[in-house]
């Protein structure tokens, strides 16, 4: 992600804490209108965006009620993904395996395997407690692939590629280029698994620095009990509808970032740097075609780890964040957020939300003064899987045991 120089921010970021201690007393400018009521009033511009985001809560009250999403002969579920599940497969991927139809030594050469145009879930069941060095694509061509391995002993993927790296033209290859796991395709899942970029940690403001671990492109993609290992730029929620549940994120910089409409429910996030460090670079904005939908939205997760933590900072003129039960650590700084280069935050459209949040670095009435301070009414958009439309999508982590009933297959 091309950044100013965070040095500078750095900088910048500090005086603003200096700047707004003890508590902010600003008026809560509207985020629609020039000047509004407080932030903790539901009139105006404001107001009117509660109320809509409840409507549209209330129109589609049917699909919410209806079966939780994971009941696969529920009628809310896609057609296209209850086919591909009727009909999945599922192959072994073992370093030390022999290769054959359903057996690969690399993940590489599994997903090689796979037809464009797939219309089968593939579940990959990569072996427990296994390093896969590889660099890898899902282009969109092959959806309804699944990575699965064992929480309790996960297979773990690396590569080690920055922003600066040179590529095979000579040129660095880019935020999107470093990135270790890249998911172009709908309908990805993974479970149980590691994904790294053990690129050495960049230091605040070093050009080049940034190192994906793992890249969200498609849509309808859903992560359990997985863990997403980086510095700077660690998981680039690109775009799409995801759902990210009880994983462990870890990062430095803008470790979440893109424009995603994203759930993250009990997830930990942890911060690795002993400086400045910033969860999330949400890029809503009017912009780009499709981004003004997204947002990332935390729930019951916990965050901790080292140095000054900021929630978020803006990426977009319209950026897009809530936490709702979630605890935080003393490391989050009072004041919360981050306007970063955006003129007149307090006006731009920027909706950066907490509601019942816990623990020492959650103090409300200490953030800036355009951040929120969320009602239940306010919150509830936000809160469920219906935020991210999950009942036609989300479908429960497949079973751990495939691997080990082909190890006794095998014996």
Not at 259 to 286: D, H, N, P, W
Request: with cysteine; charged share 20%.
């Amino acid at each position: 992600m091309d950044r100013p120089n965070l040095a500078v921010a750095v900088v910048g970021l500090l005086a603003v804490v200096a700047a707004t201690l003890p508590a902010p007393s600003w008026q809560f400018f509207d985020l629609f209108l020039p000047a509004g009521p407080s932030h903790r009033s539901s009139g105006g511009g404001f107001g009117k965006w509660v109320l809509m985001n409840h409507e549209e809560y209330v129109e589609k009250k049917s699909l919410y009620a209806m079966k939780a999403a994971g009941d696969i002969g529920g009628k809310t579920i896609d057609a296209s993904l209850s086919a591909a599940e009727e009909a999945k497969v599922t192959w072994v991927v073992d370093p030390k395996g022999t290769p054959g139809d359903t057996t690969f030594t690399t993940i590489a050469a599994a997903l090689e395997k796979v037809p464009e145009g797939n219309t089968k879930r593939v579940i990959l069941d990569l072996k427990p407690g296994a390093e896969f060095r590889e660099k890898l694509l899902l282009n969109i061509t092959k959806p309804y692939i699944t990575f699965k391995s064992d929480p309790a002993n996960p297979a773990v993927i690396a590569w080690n590629d920055m922003a600066a790296t040179r590529g095979k033209d000579g040129k660095p290859v880019g935020t999107v280029g470093s990135t270790t796991v890249a998911v172009e395709s709908d309908y990805f899942m993974a479970y149980g698994v590691v994904f790294k970029n053990d690129a050495p940690l960049a230091k605040p403001g070093a050009e080049g620095g940034q190192a994906v671990a793992l890249r969200l492109f498609g849509t309808k993609a859903a992560i359990y009990n997985c863990t997403i290992d980086g510095g700077q730029d660690t998981l680039y929620d690109h775009k799409g509808l995801h759902y990210i549940k009880d994983s462990l994120v870890k990062g430095s910089v803008d470790f979440i970032f893109g424009f995603g409409r994203s759930l993250y429910e009990g997830c930990t996030i942890v911060s690795v740097t002993k400086e400045v460090s910033v969860l999330t670079a949400q890029q809503r904005t009017k912009t780009i075609e499709g981004a003004i939908e997204s947002g990332f939205s935390f729930k019951n997760c916990s965050i901790m780890g080292q140095g000054q933590i900021y929630l978020g900072r803006a990426w977009g003129d319209s950026s897009r964040v809530v936490y709702s039960y979630t605890d935080m650590s003393k490391e989050v700084v009072p004041i919360g957020w981050d306007g970063w280069n955006i003129a007149k935050p307090e006006s731009s459209g920027i909706y950066y939300g907490e509601f019942k949040c816990t623990g020492p670095g959650s103090d409300a009435k200490k953030r800036v003064g355009w951040a929120l301070d969320l009602t239940a009414d306010q919150a509830k958009p936000f809160i469920g899987t219906h935020y991210i439309y999950g009942d036609s999508w989300i479908l429960p982590p497949p079973d751990v045991r495939t691997f080990k009933m082909h190890q006794l297959a095998q014996n």
